[in-house]
């Protein structure tokens, strides 16, 4: 006989607790968050904090539980509680159109600002005021996918552990450190004093990338600022950089998206630092 979900009802205490995670409040009251699909899970699987494992609970579908036994098992070797759980449940806990038939409990990871200062990063994302979580998440990924040693989630901008950013960073979140709640000015003062290069991202820039490239000005240790998806950063926050720096348009188009200049911007100083591209 094959494996008989455990969880039939949606109104089972433990869903009800875990599908309250949806609503920020709930967060940050249970420093608990949910990540959903296969990649998310396993990572999280994988992934310690000083204060022991990352994945707390896991809710599966018997036919998830079958197709990714290599993930159930990291989670419970990880010492996750794992619950097996009918498609309704899933549904019901899920954030997503169609659920992948895993949803993990995790325990928030967000580091001191003052720790990731401490090591002394080379190149660091400072979102200030992205407000859309799908272009937080994406940011997060392209960080992480540049090699960069850190993100900074400003006061200003969307929740990390929002449901759609945990999605869109495909697995990312566990994978660098990131601190949150960071007032804007603080982040850029405490960035400079750190040794740290501070580099607001707006189309209006007076430098443009091509040019700081070219010059050799790219690579020191750095950090890049990005603002909202609409407006772009606003006057006293650009104020607040070194310098305000605009990613070049060769062509017709009108502007670059957040998360696109993004990766231009985070890419061109990763492959500057390691030349040794600098001046």
Request: charged fraction near 25%; include cysteine; charge should be negative.
């Amino acid at each position: 006989m094959g494996a008989v979900p455990e969880l039939i009802s949606p109104r089972s205490p433990r869903v009800s607790a875990t599908r309250r995670l949806a609503k920020r409040n709930f967060r940050g009251k249970e420093r608990l968050f949910l990540a959903e699909g296969p990649q998310a899970v396993r990572e999280a699987a994988g992934h310690r904090t000083d204060s022991g494992a990352t994945l707390v609970e896991l809710f599966t579908t018997v036919e998830a539980a079958e197709r990714y036994a290599d993930i159930v098992g990291a989670a419970r070797e990880s010492g996750a509680r794992v619950h097996l759980a009918d498609e309704a449940v899933i549904a019901d806990i899920s954030t997503t159109v169609t659920p992948q038939g895993l949803v993990g409990v995790c325990r928030f990871l967000d580091k001191p600002f003052a720790e990731i200062l401490a090591a002394r990063p080379r190149l660091v994302a400072v979102l200030a005021h992205v407000r859309d979580p799908g272009n937080a998440g994406t940011v997060l990924r392209c960080a992480d996918a540049a090699g960069a040693d850190a993100v900074v989630f400003t006061d200003a901008s969307v929740d990390l552990y929002n449901p759609k950013a945990v999605r869109a960073s495909v697995g990312s979140h566990f994978h660098l450190p990131v601190a949150v709640g960071v007032p804007v000015e603080e982040a850029v003062t405490g960035l400079r004093e750190a040794g740290v290069r501070v580099l607001a991202a707006d189309g209006a820039g007076d430098r443009d990338l091509d040019d700081e490239l070219d010059h050799g000005r790219m690579g020191t240790p750095t950090a890049w600022v990005f603002g909202n998806e609409a407006w772009g950063l606003p006057e006293e926050t650009r104020a607040l950089a070194d310098e305000v720096v605009r990613v070049p348009i060769h062509g017709r188009a009108e502007s670059l998206n957040l998360a696109t200049a993004a990766a231009v911007c985070l890419y061109a100083s990763a492959r500057a630092q390691r030349s040794g591209n600098t001046r």
